[in-house]
């Protein structure tokens, strides 16, 4: 895998890689990743691509995304820290 380069913002670390004719923009933000995964086309082929395709809409919906991974993450902490406070004993 090949770092194509990386574009600016000021939330996410937004990274551009190739593999194996294939373009990935990366986003991440608190250990949690969302990944755009594109064929070898002309359109998203390099950073400037990668720049065009993250419009606002785009941000705004991949933003979306972190929060509800977020929420699914912290729902199953919760049912975690639930089933371990079921587990103990009662003592009197």
Known sequence: MR????LDHPIYKITVLEMNS??????E???KVVSFKFRDNDWIKH???AKEFTDKK????VDEVFTKLNAI???RFQRRLKSE???LPNII
């Open 3 to 6: 770092i194509l380069g990386e």
């Open 22 to 27: 294939k373009v990935t923009i990366q986003f």
């Open 29 to 31: 933000k608190d250990l």
């Open 47 to 49: 950073t400037t691509g």
């Open 58 to 61: 785009v941000l705004k919906e």
């Open 73 to 75: 993450q912290e729902e």
């Open 85 to 87: 406070l079921d587990e």
